[in-house]
């Protein structure tokens, strides 16, 4: 997995650090799993070298995606203001998140 957001401040783009959480969720919203909680800034690694990437461990509890689950991604970030899509600087358009997935047959 990798994950890179910015914030819009006024003069330039910043990386917005915080804590980010994976939630797995069936679709009627009533059995909920917490997948993975990392810091931003443990998966800032290389967007297309997948070997920089954090490796996402294989849920036993409650391990099939189906067709109508939820994988929810909650950022609580460390500033107090709030999160503006980055329009401006050199980080215009750079919000990325990467999450692989494993396709059962």
């Known amino acids: 997995m990798h994950f890179a957001a910015y914030d819009d401040t ?3 783009s910043v990386v ?3 804590s980010l ?9 009533t059995v909920q799993l917490v997948v993975a909680e990392y810091r931003t800034e ?3 690694g290389s967007v297309s070298n997948r ?3 954090v490796a996402l461990p294989e849920q036993t509890q409650f391990p099939v995606v189906g067709e109508d689950s939820i994988l929810e991604l909650q950022l609580k970030p460390d500033a107090a203001d709030s999160i503006v899509k980055t329009a401006i600087g050199t980080a215009a358009g ?3 998140w990467n999450i692989p997935v494993t396709v059962y047959q």
């Open 10 to 12: 006024a003069t330039n």
């Open 16 to 18: 917005e650090d915080g």
């Open 21 to 29: 959480r994976l939630v797995q969720r069936n679709a009627q919203g």
């Open 42 to 44: 443990q998966l800032r």
């Open 51 to 53: 070997q920089q990437m």
């Open 94 to 96: 750079l919000d990325i």
